[in-house]
Protein backbone atom coordinates (compact mmCIF):
# COMPACT_ATOMS: atom_id res chain seq x y z
CA UNK A 1 0.00 0.00 0.00
CA UNK A 2 1.43 3.81 -0.73
CA UNK A 3 2.57 5.89 1.73
CA UNK A 4 1.92 9.81 1.79
CA UNK A 5 5.29 11.33 3.03
CA UNK A 6 4.18 14.72 4.04
CA UNK A 7 6.98 17.80 4.25
CA UNK A 8 5.63 19.65 7.87
CA UNK A 9 5.43 23.75 7.18
CA UNK A 10 5.15 25.97 9.89
CA UNK A 11 2.14 28.20 9.53
CA UNK A 12 1.15 31.63 11.02
CA UNK A 13 -2.56 30.97 11.91
CA UNK A 14 -4.27 27.93 11.92
CA UNK A 15 -6.47 28.61 8.57
CA UNK A 16 -3.27 28.91 6.67
CA UNK A 17 -2.13 25.57 8.30
CA UNK A 18 -5.55 23.75 6.62
CA UNK A 19 -4.28 25.45 3.60
CA UNK A 20 -0.96 24.14 3.46
CA UNK A 21 -2.34 20.67 4.46
CA UNK A 22 -4.72 20.50 1.74
CA UNK A 23 -2.32 21.00 -0.57
CA UNK A 24 0.25 18.83 0.65
CA UNK A 25 -2.34 16.20 0.56
CA UNK A 26 -2.71 16.61 -2.96
CA UNK A 27 -0.76 13.32 -4.19
CA UNK A 28 0.30 15.05 -7.68
CA UNK A 29 1.53 18.33 -5.31
CA UNK A 30 5.29 18.82 -5.53
CA UNK A 31 4.63 18.38 -1.19
CA UNK A 32 4.02 14.92 -1.55
CA UNK A 33 6.16 11.76 -2.54
CA UNK A 34 4.68 8.71 -2.73
CA UNK A 35 6.30 5.58 -1.55
CA UNK A 36 5.47 2.15 -2.63
CA UNK A 37 5.91 -0.73 0.23
CA UNK A 38 9.11 -2.02 -1.72
CA UNK A 39 10.60 1.81 -0.99
CA UNK A 40 9.82 2.65 -4.52
CA UNK A 41 9.43 7.00 -4.97
CA UNK A 42 6.40 6.68 -6.92
CA UNK A 43 5.74 10.00 -8.97
CA UNK A 44 2.45 11.39 -10.19
CA UNK A 45 2.74 14.38 -12.06
CA UNK A 46 -1.39 14.74 -12.56
CA UNK A 47 -4.51 13.89 -10.81
CA UNK A 48 -5.11 11.28 -13.79
CA UNK A 49 -1.61 9.59 -12.69
CA UNK A 50 -2.53 9.03 -9.08
CA UNK A 51 -5.77 7.71 -9.88
CA UNK A 52 -4.46 5.38 -12.33
CA UNK A 53 -2.15 4.38 -9.69
CA UNK A 54 -4.98 3.66 -7.48
CA UNK A 55 -6.49 1.62 -10.02
CA UNK A 56 -3.50 -0.59 -10.32
CA UNK A 57 -3.40 -0.94 -6.60
CA UNK A 58 -7.12 -2.08 -6.19
CA UNK A 59 -6.47 -4.42 -9.05
CA UNK A 60 -3.47 -6.12 -7.54
CA UNK A 61 -4.99 -6.09 -4.30
CA UNK A 62 -8.44 -7.40 -4.76
CA UNK A 63 -7.62 -10.26 -7.43
CA UNK A 64 -10.84 -11.48 -7.31
CA UNK A 65 -12.78 -8.44 -7.26
CA UNK A 66 -16.14 -9.44 -9.82
CA UNK A 67 -16.86 -7.34 -12.63
CA UNK A 68 -19.99 -5.14 -11.53
CA UNK A 69 -20.44 -2.86 -14.06
CA UNK A 70 -23.67 -0.93 -12.63
CA UNK A 71 -22.13 2.16 -10.31
CA UNK A 72 -25.11 3.10 -8.73
CA UNK A 73 -25.47 -0.36 -6.55
CA UNK A 74 -21.62 -1.34 -6.64
CA UNK A 75 -21.06 1.48 -4.09
CA UNK A 76 -20.72 1.61 -0.19
CA UNK A 77 -23.80 3.77 0.66
CA UNK A 78 -26.56 3.65 -2.17
CA UNK A 79 -28.75 6.59 -2.99
CA UNK A 80 -32.62 6.28 -1.35
CA UNK A 81 -33.84 5.85 -5.16
CA UNK A 82 -31.00 2.68 -5.55
CA UNK A 83 -32.02 0.89 -1.96
CA UNK A 84 -35.41 0.80 -2.81
CA UNK A 85 -34.90 -0.58 -5.92
CA UNK A 86 -32.39 -3.30 -4.47
CA UNK A 87 -35.03 -4.14 -1.49
CA UNK A 88 -37.42 -4.64 -4.22
CA UNK A 89 -35.10 -6.85 -6.46
CA UNK A 90 -34.57 -8.86 -3.28
CA UNK A 91 -37.92 -9.92 -2.47
CA UNK A 92 -38.23 -11.15 -6.29
CA UNK A 93 -34.72 -12.98 -5.76
CA UNK A 94 -36.55 -14.98 -2.40
CA UNK A 95 -39.91 -15.25 -3.78
CA UNK A 96 -38.26 -16.24 -6.98
CA UNK A 97 -41.22 -14.57 -9.04
CA UNK A 98 -41.23 -13.49 -12.54
CA UNK A 99 -44.46 -12.24 -12.07
CA UNK A 100 -42.39 -9.39 -10.09
CA UNK A 101 -39.63 -8.94 -12.87
CA UNK A 102 -42.54 -8.32 -15.74
CA UNK A 103 -43.97 -5.52 -13.08
CA UNK A 104 -40.91 -3.67 -13.38
CA UNK A 105 -40.88 -1.32 -15.81
CA UNK A 106 -38.41 -1.70 -19.00
CA UNK A 107 -36.27 1.18 -17.99
CA UNK A 108 -36.59 1.14 -14.01
CA UNK A 109 -33.77 0.70 -11.76
CA UNK A 110 -35.27 -2.41 -10.61
CA UNK A 111 -34.82 -4.11 -14.11
CA UNK A 112 -31.97 -2.70 -14.92
CA UNK A 113 -30.40 -4.17 -11.47
CA UNK A 114 -31.92 -7.62 -12.46
CA UNK A 115 -30.10 -7.42 -16.20
CA UNK A 116 -27.28 -6.16 -15.29
CA UNK A 117 -26.04 -8.13 -12.23
CA UNK A 118 -28.41 -11.41 -12.36
CA UNK A 119 -29.51 -12.21 -15.25
CA UNK A 120 -26.50 -10.98 -17.63
CA UNK A 121 -24.16 -12.76 -15.33
CA UNK A 122 -25.88 -16.25 -15.65
CA UNK A 123 -26.84 -16.01 -11.55
CA UNK A 124 -30.39 -16.92 -12.53
CA UNK A 125 -32.26 -17.75 -15.04
CA UNK A 126 -36.15 -16.87 -16.48
CA UNK A 127 -38.33 -19.36 -17.21
CA UNK A 128 -40.97 -17.91 -17.36
CA UNK A 129 -43.47 -18.60 -14.45
CA UNK A 130 -40.03 -19.14 -11.60
CA UNK A 131 -37.13 -17.20 -11.37
CA UNK A 132 -34.36 -20.23 -11.60
CA UNK A 133 -31.44 -19.24 -9.21
CA UNK A 134 -28.15 -21.03 -10.95
CA UNK A 135 -25.16 -19.95 -8.80
CA UNK A 136 -21.39 -20.42 -10.06
CA UNK A 137 -19.67 -23.62 -9.12
CA UNK A 138 -17.03 -23.00 -11.91
CA UNK A 139 -13.77 -21.64 -10.68
CA UNK A 140 -13.34 -19.24 -14.21
CA UNK A 141 -16.67 -17.55 -13.11
CA UNK A 142 -16.45 -14.05 -12.08
CA UNK A 143 -18.60 -14.36 -8.77
CA UNK A 144 -17.51 -17.67 -8.07
CA UNK A 145 -15.09 -16.38 -5.16
CA UNK A 146 -18.14 -14.20 -3.94
CA UNK A 147 -20.05 -17.28 -3.81
CA UNK A 148 -17.70 -19.75 -2.18
CA UNK A 149 -17.45 -17.18 0.62
CA UNK A 150 -20.93 -16.90 1.56
CA UNK A 151 -21.06 -21.06 1.18
CA UNK A 152 -18.58 -21.65 3.58
CA UNK A 153 -20.65 -19.14 5.72
CA UNK A 154 -23.65 -21.10 5.58
CA UNK A 155 -21.96 -24.36 5.98
CA UNK A 156 -20.40 -23.37 9.14
CA UNK A 157 -24.06 -21.98 10.20
CA UNK A 158 -25.00 -24.97 12.14
CA UNK A 159 -25.63 -22.74 14.97
CA UNK A 160 -25.47 -18.60 15.56
CA UNK A 161 -23.07 -17.06 13.09
CA UNK A 162 -22.19 -13.29 12.97
CA UNK A 163 -22.82 -11.96 9.79
CA UNK A 164 -19.65 -9.65 10.89
CA UNK A 165 -17.66 -13.09 9.54
CA UNK A 166 -19.00 -13.00 6.28
CA UNK A 167 -18.47 -9.41 5.43
CA UNK A 168 -15.05 -9.65 6.51
CA UNK A 169 -13.96 -12.07 3.93
CA UNK A 170 -16.12 -10.22 1.43
CA UNK A 171 -14.82 -6.97 1.80
CA UNK A 172 -11.21 -7.07 3.63
CA UNK A 173 -7.92 -6.51 1.51
CA UNK A 174 -6.89 -10.03 2.93
CA UNK A 175 -9.56 -11.86 1.29
CA UNK A 176 -8.92 -10.46 -2.24
CA UNK A 177 -12.30 -9.99 -2.98
CA UNK A 178 -13.54 -6.73 -1.91
CA UNK A 179 -17.27 -6.04 -2.35
CA UNK A 180 -19.60 -2.93 -1.63
CA UNK A 181 -21.61 -3.26 0.73
CA UNK A 182 -24.50 -1.98 -1.60
CA UNK A 183 -24.82 -5.27 -3.46
CA UNK A 184 -23.58 -7.73 -0.90
CA UNK A 185 -27.23 -8.10 -0.18
CA UNK A 186 -28.07 -9.32 -3.54
CA UNK A 187 -25.78 -11.91 -3.32
CA UNK A 188 -26.80 -13.37 -0.10
CA UNK A 189 -30.01 -13.04 -0.99
CA UNK A 190 -29.11 -15.76 -3.89
CA UNK A 191 -27.52 -17.67 -1.66
CA UNK A 192 -29.98 -18.03 1.21
CA UNK A 193 -33.17 -18.63 -1.72
CA UNK A 194 -31.78 -21.91 -1.49
CA UNK A 195 -32.66 -22.59 2.00
CA UNK A 196 -36.23 -21.73 1.68
CA UNK A 197 -37.42 -21.86 6.27
CA UNK A 198 -34.23 -23.46 6.99
CA UNK A 199 -32.47 -20.53 7.02
CA UNK A 200 -33.06 -18.05 10.41
CA UNK A 201 -31.78 -14.94 11.26
CA UNK A 202 -31.24 -13.69 14.36
CA UNK A 203 -30.76 -10.46 15.83
CA UNK A 204 -28.45 -9.75 18.79
CA UNK A 205 -31.65 -9.85 20.96
CA UNK A 206 -32.09 -13.65 20.23
CA UNK A 207 -35.25 -12.96 17.90
CA UNK A 208 -35.74 -14.36 14.47
CA UNK A 209 -36.15 -11.85 11.84
CA UNK A 210 -37.93 -12.63 8.18
CA UNK A 211 -35.43 -13.45 5.31
CA UNK A 212 -36.66 -10.37 3.57
CA UNK A 213 -35.04 -7.32 1.76
CA UNK A 214 -36.21 -5.24 5.54
CA UNK A 215 -33.61 -7.88 7.14
CA UNK A 216 -31.16 -7.93 4.48
CA UNK A 217 -31.23 -4.13 4.55
CA UNK A 218 -30.75 -4.40 8.08
CA UNK A 219 -27.39 -6.89 8.34
CA UNK A 220 -25.67 -4.78 5.73
CA UNK A 221 -25.84 -1.67 7.46
CA UNK A 222 -25.11 -3.50 10.75
CA UNK A 223 -23.78 -7.15 10.25
CA UNK A 224 -21.79 -7.17 13.90
CA UNK A 225 -25.60 -7.10 14.61
CA UNK A 226 -27.02 -9.99 13.27
CA UNK A 227 -26.68 -14.11 12.90
CA UNK A 228 -27.59 -16.69 10.82
CA UNK A 229 -28.37 -20.69 11.57
CA UNK A 230 -28.87 -22.43 8.68
CA UNK A 231 -31.48 -25.35 10.20
CA UNK A 232 -31.78 -29.16 9.81
CA UNK A 233 -33.90 -29.69 7.01
CA UNK A 234 -35.84 -33.21 6.13
CA UNK A 235 -38.58 -34.70 4.52
CA UNK A 236 -40.74 -35.35 7.81
CA UNK A 237 -40.34 -31.67 8.58
CA UNK A 238 -41.25 -30.40 4.71
CA UNK A 239 -44.17 -32.43 5.37
CA UNK A 240 -45.14 -31.14 9.14
CA UNK A 241 -45.23 -27.46 7.28
CA UNK A 242 -47.08 -28.97 4.56
CA UNK A 243 -49.25 -30.82 7.06
CA UNK A 244 -50.08 -27.56 9.00
CA UNK A 245 -50.49 -25.09 6.03
CA UNK A 246 -53.33 -27.22 4.85
CA UNK A 247 -54.86 -27.08 7.67
CA UNK A 248 -54.65 -24.01 8.21
CA UNK A 249 -55.78 -23.18 4.49
CA UNK A 250 -52.16 -21.28 3.52
CA UNK A 251 -50.69 -21.62 0.10
CA UNK A 252 -47.74 -24.39 0.50
CA UNK A 253 -44.78 -22.56 1.07
CA UNK A 254 -44.85 -19.04 0.38
CA UNK A 255 -42.39 -16.57 0.87
CA UNK A 256 -41.71 -16.33 4.37
CA UNK A 257 -43.94 -19.53 5.23
CA UNK A 258 -42.95 -19.71 8.72
CA UNK A 259 -44.07 -16.36 9.41
CA UNK A 260 -47.09 -16.07 7.48
CA UNK A 261 -48.29 -19.68 8.96
CA UNK A 262 -47.81 -18.46 12.54
CA UNK A 263 -49.97 -15.15 11.71
CA UNK A 264 -52.60 -18.09 10.51
CA UNK A 265 -52.65 -19.61 13.29
CA UNK A 266 -52.71 -16.27 16.03
CA UNK A 267 -55.61 -15.06 13.46
CA UNK A 268 -57.58 -17.99 13.90
CA UNK A 269 -56.99 -18.23 18.06
CA UNK A 270 -57.70 -14.96 17.88
CA UNK A 271 -60.63 -15.10 15.84
CA UNK A 272 -62.47 -17.70 18.19
CA UNK A 273 -65.74 -16.59 20.09
CA UNK A 274 -64.77 -15.80 23.97
CA UNK A 275 -67.20 -18.57 24.71
CA UNK A 276 -65.26 -21.53 22.90
CA UNK A 277 -61.85 -20.36 24.42
CA UNK A 278 -63.15 -20.97 27.58
CA UNK A 279 -65.94 -23.56 27.31
CA UNK A 280 -62.74 -26.06 27.10
CA UNK A 281 -60.80 -25.24 30.00
CA UNK A 282 -64.18 -25.43 32.12
CA UNK A 283 -65.07 -29.18 30.93
CA UNK A 284 -61.78 -30.03 31.48
CA UNK A 285 -62.11 -29.10 35.18
CA UNK A 286 -65.17 -30.47 35.44
CA UNK A 287 -64.79 -34.27 33.52
CA UNK A 288 -61.26 -34.38 33.45
CA UNK A 289 -61.38 -38.22 32.67
CA UNK A 290 -63.86 -37.55 29.85
CA UNK A 291 -61.92 -34.64 28.61
CA UNK A 292 -58.42 -36.31 28.99
CA UNK A 293 -57.91 -36.50 24.98
CA UNK A 294 -58.69 -32.83 24.39
CA UNK A 295 -55.67 -31.64 26.99
CA UNK A 296 -53.98 -31.66 23.68
CA UNK A 297 -55.85 -29.13 22.00
CA UNK A 298 -55.78 -27.14 25.57
CA UNK A 299 -52.45 -26.99 25.45
CA UNK A 300 -52.27 -25.52 21.49
CA UNK A 301 -54.67 -23.03 22.13
CA UNK A 302 -52.84 -21.97 25.08
CA UNK A 303 -49.23 -22.14 23.14
CA UNK A 304 -50.95 -19.92 20.35
CA UNK A 305 -52.46 -17.35 23.04
CA UNK A 306 -48.69 -16.65 24.34
CA UNK A 307 -46.90 -16.39 21.09
CA UNK A 308 -44.13 -14.22 21.25
CA UNK A 309 -42.50 -14.48 18.53
CA UNK A 310 -39.74 -16.67 16.88
CA UNK A 311 -41.59 -19.11 14.45
CA UNK A 312 -38.91 -21.75 13.89
CA UNK A 313 -38.82 -22.25 17.81
CA UNK A 314 -42.65 -22.47 17.84
CA UNK A 315 -43.16 -24.82 14.98
CA UNK A 316 -40.11 -27.21 15.40
CA UNK A 317 -39.27 -26.90 18.81
CA UNK A 318 -42.33 -25.72 21.68
CA UNK A 319 -45.36 -27.78 19.49
CA UNK A 320 -43.80 -31.16 18.81
CA UNK A 321 -43.28 -31.28 22.76
CA UNK A 322 -47.23 -30.33 23.84
Do not use: H
Not at 25 to 52: A, H, M
Amino acid sequence: MALLKIELIKADNFEKLLDVISFALKPYSKKTEIVSKEKTSLKCKTKKDFTDLLSTICKNTFTSYPIINKEDINVQKLSGTALSARNNIIDVILNKSTKQINSFKETSQEASFIRTIILNNNLAIDEGNELIITLPSNKESNFFEVFEAIRDFTNCASSNVSFKVLYQRLQNSNFKIGLKRGVIPVFIALALSQFKDQAVIYNSGKNELQLCAQSLSNVDDNPEDFYLTIQNWDTDKAEYLKTLNTAFSTELFPENSLFSLVGNFVNWYNGLPIVTKNTLSKLQSLYPIEFEEDKLIQKFTQLISKYEGNPWNFFFNKIPTL
